[in-house]
């Protein structure tokens, strides 16, 4: 007996179904987060955070998988 496969439907990218240009709007992110030097600081400000956690879960996680 052959069962056929389900295939989820297939949606447009969320810039596409918006009418925005994805290229543009990908170059609008790079040039507001690299274009000045409030840019690069505003971005090392919110990444800062993500780093510091990143590192506060990963560090406990290596020390554990190391211990005999």
Do not use: D, Q
């Amino acid at each position: 007996m052959r069962v056929a496969k389900l295939e989820k439907p297939r949606r447009p990218p969320l810039l596409l179904s918006t009418g925005v240009n994805p290229i543009e709007a990908y170059w609008v992110i790079v040039s507001t987060s690299f274009g000045s030097k409030f840019g690069i600081s505003g971005l090392l400000v919110k990444t800062t955070a993500i780093i510091l956690t990143g590192l506060a879960v990963a560090i406990p996680n290596g020390a554990l998988e190391h211990r005999s």
